[in-house]
């Protein structure tokens, strides 16, 4: 019998082992991407470029055949193209990656990740980034893809150059768009989608009260996009030195007036059966499923899905209106900022690789295929060409509302506020920004009192982050 | 760095180790004075295992009463450590030389009878992957867990302790000091009671459990409140999925183990969930149990003049279907291994039993769950690591960790630090935190259970 109390001990010991060593496979692997990173250049002046993006899908596929196209014109490369998927995922892989010594050529960074990109540097201290605009070098055209980085448009422009220089290729642009089901708004007697938050509060109390009318009005993901949208449109700013664009933040102010209005104005909402919360933090795809399945009249979410949000509308066999986002009437209108992702070069790369990658980004982003893009998307269009390209085919008549994202981002004062902040350990941050909210909506705290913990929480993030990166 | 406080601590490890050696050498058969020697060599040498790496730093001037109290604790670590190996190393020369022969030893220690190389050789592969895969990463997770860490960061600066005690905030727990009250009183009744008789069985019992919770009690005060939550909720999770994961296993496997048509299908079928991932059952709950489109929301509509309250909403709702959930994931495993402990139960015991007249509860109760015990001893190892490291896929599908943290468990929580916030020291100090959790539970079952566990003879 003994051997029988051994071998239920053994038994337990392997157990708490295995299990031990199956919890280190949760790390994000590489990816099979890793792979295939650009040292084989033996044949050739080509090589092959690897590019990780955080997309799965239709938007991978797009990627995908623009990959395809380019190793067509230019045969001496080979084009991998590998999705992740969310920005947070890839984000992570490629710094796991680079720590390995392993990163891919391209990456797509989200746009608050850009101060991160910035400062990263690879294990051997060399920065993880090379400056796309200084890469470029002032040439017209590489490796004959002709250089359309002088052409993106002014929004984006603003977001991403710091020091008037673009460090990455800007890519997919969006911004925060009111959706409305044109048959539920119809019902309640509202004609017009609602502009400001009083509007937005009459609409709902009216189609509320509407026969068959759905039990919640509004809703939108818990997501830091949508708070950064909202201070902006505010002139809140989240960070000190300007929002970290008069040198690098130091302080944030995740308690700032703008913040503590519209995480109130939002717990009211949800007080009130306004709102309606998925339960889950970035929540993209609950959201619109709601709004798909006629739970709700209104949402609030990315340009970039607006043909898909569109088309999922008609198909469900109601109309869609796309609006601008509701801001707060109480206070001067000062702009919605961007959001999306850039294209990263990795620095350090062999000539050739170097090279393609920089053709490949403007091979990407030259007027058809940004036009295409856009129509495939509902992304802004990324240069002024692809812009005049779509005005000539008529296609903004024919689809006014993706004209929205576009006057809505073209509104924006400019001012620091609704450009966006610049911060270290953003993406962390972000993270205690929904966290909060997510208390405030699920288990009512107040708003004024949580976000002052956040702010604490978020300073002490960007003080670790800042320790790293400012040395004197 | 040798700090002026740290030199009393020396003392007292330095005196324990000399006492322990005593007694050790002793034991072994050899001089206590050598002992002593030996003893307090390595209460002096042994928390240097962890001050040195550490630099001595909880002890500088300036640091609060939670680090110096964490700084105690690594020295006391280091120092059981060292003293523990130079008793051992005493029993085994003793052991070697031929001077001591118990038969215990005997039975559970072999000898190499012809030098350690050949077995070393035979030994290399697993120690090699052993080495590579669990003892060299351990040690880089403690690097890890004090230093400030980020990826794509140029440096990896010495942070002492602080990614620990950021987590730390020692509040006073009145419900701790109720127990702990408790837990002396009945330490008392037994005290006087002696151990024989039936009223001090239930005292020896009452101790434990109170023992038991009030160091839990204590333990949840001593984190601050971001983190009290999150081992509160593995608590949770963790005992409802053990308990009730054993009891409904047990109880099917009860069910299936009786002649039926078909015995074989339904087993199979009761053992598959057991194939899927916990990720896959996040996601299937999560579908099941959806609020606005969830099958479960609508039999509950349709049925029932209730309706079912969102999930996603409400705490307790929330840890209940991930319990749920999980208990679910397991439940193939705990009814294969109950199913196959049923089988092994002695019929000429029940026979006996029935012979006497214990009715078919009694049987249950005194005959069958006793010689279960090796099972149910083994699965709840399993289960609690189960719960411990595996539960969090289920909970990112199904819960993503809300709402409002309500399902957050220690891993959802490391690995929130870790990889969404990118601090990866937050993330090696927390996995050591549970660390020590699954260290404190395995002792505690081996200790317990194993105690209560019945391997027939």
């Known amino acids: 019998m003994r051997s029988l109390r051994a071998l239920t001990v053994l038994m337990a010991v392997l157990a708490l082992l295995l299990a031990a060593c199956g919890s280190d496979s949760a790390e994000p692997e590489p990816g099979p991407g890793a792979a295939t990173d650009g040292d084989d250049t033996a044949a050739g002046e080509g090589g092959e470029l690897s590019v990780w993006i955080g997309f799965t899908d239709y938007r991978l596929d797009w990627m995908n055949e623009r990959a395809s196209e380019f190793e067509e014109a230019h045969p001496e490369y080979t084009v991998a193209v590998q999705g992740y998927d969310s920005y947070e995922a890839l984000f992570q892989a490629t710094q796991l990656a680079a720590e390995q010594g392993d990163p891919p050529a391209i990456v797509q960074y989200f746009e608050v990740a850009t101060q991160e990109a910035r400062d990263a540097v690879k294990p051997d201290g060399t920065p993880l980034f090379a400056s796309v605009e200084a890469e470029v070098d002032g040439r017209d055209e590489i490796l004959g893809e002709p250089v359309v980085l002088e052409d993106v448009v002014e929004a984006a422009r603003n977001y991403y150059t710091i020091d008037g220089e673009f460090t990455s290729m800007p890519w997919n642009t969006s911004s925060t768009l009111l959706y409305a089901n044109a048959d539920l708004m119809e019902a309640g007697g509202v004609t017009e989608a609602p502009t400001t938050w009083?509007?937005?509060?009459?609409?709902?109390?009216?189609?509320?009260?509407?026969?068959?009318?759905?039990?919640?009005?509004?809703?939108?993901?818990?997501?830091?996009?949508?708070?950064?949208?909202?201070?902006?449109?505010?002139?809140?700013?989240?960070?000190?030195?300007?929002?970290?664009?008069?040198?690098?933040?130091?302080?944030?102010?995740?308690?700032?007036?703008?913040?503590?209005?519209?995480?109130?104005?939002?717990?009211?909402?949800?007080?009130?059966?306004?709102?309606?919360?998925?339960?889950?933090?970035?929540?993209?795809?609950?959201?619109?499923?709601?709004?798909?399945?006629?739970?709700?009249?209104?949402?609030?979410?990315?340009?970039?899905?607006?043909?898909?949000?569109?088309?999922?509308?008609?198909?469900?066999?109601?109309?869609?209106?796309?609006?601008?986002?509701?801001?707060?009437?109480?206070?001067?209108?000062?702009?919605?900022?961007?959001?999306?992702?850039?294209?990263?070069?990795?620095?350090?790369?062999?000539?050739?690789?170097?090279?393609?990658?920089?053709?490949?980004?403007?091979?990407?982003?030259?007027?058809?295929?940004?036009?295409?893009?856009?129509?495939?998307?509902?992304?802004?269009?990324?240069?002024?060409?692809?812009?005049?390209?779509?005005?000539?085919?008529?296609?903004?008549?024919?689809?006014?509302?993706?004209?929205?994202?576009?006057?809505?981002?073209?509104?924006?004062?400019?001012?620091?506020?609704?450009?966006?902040?610049?911060?270290?350990?953003?993406?962390?941050?972000?993270?205690?920004?929904?966290?909060?909210?997510?208390?405030?909506?699920?288990?009512?705290?107040?708003?004024?009192?949580?976000?002052?913990?956040?702010?604490?929480?978020?300073?002490?993030?960007?003080?670790?982050?800042?320790?790293?990166?400012?040395?004197? | 760095m040798l700090y002026p406080v740290m030199l009393p601590l020396f003392g007292v490890t330095a005196a324990a180790g000399a006492a322990v050696g005593i007694r050790a050498w002793r034991a072994a058969g050899y001089s206590p004075r050598i002992g002593a020697v030996v003893g307090a060599t390595a209460g002096l040498l042994g928390p240097l295992i962890?001050?040195?790496?550490?630099?001595?730093?909880?002890?500088?001037?300036?640091?609060?009463?939670?680090?110096?109290?964490?700084?105690?604790?690594?020295?006391?670590?280091?120092?059981?450590?060292?003293?523990?190996?130079?008793?051992?190393?005493?029993?085994?020369?003793?052991?070697?030389?031929?001077?001591v022969r118990t038969p215990a030893q005997q039975l559970s220690a072999g000898s190499f009878r012809a030098g350690i190389g050949t077995p070393l050789a035979f030994l290399a592969p697993t120690l090699a992957v052993l080495v590579l895969f669990l003892y060299w990463p351990m040690l880089e997770t403690l690097r890890l867990s004090t230093r400030l860490v980020r990826l794509s960061a140029p440096n990896q600066p010495f942070v002492c302790l602080d990614n620990f005690t950021k987590l730390m905030a020692p509040t006073f727990s009145p419900l701790a000091a109720w127990l702990t009250i408790g837990f002396v009183v009945a330490a008392g009744i037994v005290a006087v009671l002696g151990r024989s008789d039936q009223d001090s069985a239930l005292a020896v019992r009452v101790r434990g459990w109170l023992g038991g919770l009030a160091l839990l009690a204590w333990t949840t005060a001593m984190f601050g409140a971001n983190y009290r939550g999150v081992?509160?909720?593995?608590?949770?999770?963790?005992a409802g999925t053990v308990i009730v994961g054993l009891i409904a296993g047990l109880a099917i496997a009860v069910l299936v183990s009786q002649p039926v048509k078909g015995q074989g299908a339904y087993r199979t079928f009761l053992i598959w969930p057991y194939a899927i991932s916990p990720p896959i059952a996040g996601i299937l709950f999560f579908v099941i149990f959806d609020p606005l489109a969830g099958i479960a929301g609508h039999l509950v509509e349709t049925f029932t003049p209730f309706t079912l309250p969102s999930y996603r909403a409400d705490g307790t709702l929330a840890r209940s279907v991930v319990i749920l959930a999980s208990v679910w994931k397991t439940l193939g495993f705990n009814i294969l291994f109950y199913v196959a402990g049923l089988q092994n139960v002695p019929t000429d015991v029940i026979e006996a039993g029935q012979i006497d007249g214990a009715n078919t509860w009694q049987r249950f109760r005194h005959l069958v769950l006793p010689s279960l015990s090796p099972i149910t001893f083994f699965l709840i190892v399993t289960n609690v690591t189960y719960a411990f490291f595996e539960v969090f896929g289920t909970i990112t599908y199904l819960t993503a960790g809300g709402p409002s943290g309500a399902t957050t468990d220690a891993m959802s929580a490391l690995i929130r630090a870790g990889q969404v916030q990118g601090s990866f020291g937050d993330g090696a100090a927390q996995s050591l935190i549970l660390f020590a959790m699954v260290l404190a539970v395995t002792f505690w079952q081996f200790r317990v259970t194993g105690r209560r566990v019945s391997y027939g003879s």
């Open chain 1, 198 to 472: 009083e509007e937005l509060e009459a609409a709902c109390e009216q189609i509320r009260a509407s026969d068959e009318a759905p039990e919640n009005c509004i809703t939108w993901p818990n997501h830091g996009w949508f708070f950064e949208q909202s201070v902006g449109q505010q002139g809140g700013l989240l960070a000190n030195n300007d929002n970290g664009r008069d040198g690098r933040a130091t302080e944030v102010t995740l308690d700032d007036p703008a913040m503590l209005e519209f995480a109130g104005w939002w717990a009211e909402q949800a007080e009130a059966g306004n709102y309606v919360y998925t339960g889950t933090q970035r929540d993209w795809e609950g959201t619109q499923n709601a709004f798909v399945a006629q739970q709700v009249p209104f949402i609030l979410t990315s340009s970039g899905d607006a043909t898909a949000v569109v088309e999922a509308g008609t198909e469900a066999g109601f109309g869609v209106e796309v609006a601008r986002m509701p801001y707060n009437g109480e206070v001067t209108y000062d702009g919605n900022l961007i959001g999306g992702a850039t294209l990263w070069l990795v620095n350090g790369l062999d000539e050739p690789v170097s090279e393609g990658a920089l053709a490949f980004m403007q091979f990407v982003n030259n007027p058809e295929n940004a036009a295409d893009w856009h129509k495939t998307t509902g992304y802004i269009p990324i240069t002024n060409a692809s812009v005049d390209l779509l005005e000539e085919e008529g296609w903004f008549e024919e689809n006014p509302y993706h004209r929205v994202a576009t006057e809505q981002l073209d509104a924006a004062s400019g001012s620091p506020a609704s450009t966006g902040a610049l911060l270290g350990a953003f993406v962390g941050v972000r993270d205690v920004m929904t966290q909060a909210m997510e208390d405030v909506l699920v288990s009512g705290a107040d708003p004024q009192e949580r976000f002052e913990q956040a702010n604490e929480e978020a300073q002490a993030m960007l003080d670790e982050y800042n320790s790293l990166y400012v040395t004197e």
């Open chain 2, 50 to 99: 962890t001050m040195v790496p550490l630099r001595g730093c909880t002890f500088e001037p300036g640091r609060g009463p939670v680090d110096v109290a964490l700084g105690v604790v690594a020295f006391g670590v280091g120092g059981a450590v060292a003293i523990g190996a130079s008793a051992w190393v005493a029993r085994t020369i003793a052991r070697e030389t031929g001077r």
């Open chain 2, 231 to 238: 081992f509160v909720t593995t608590l949770i999770l963790t």
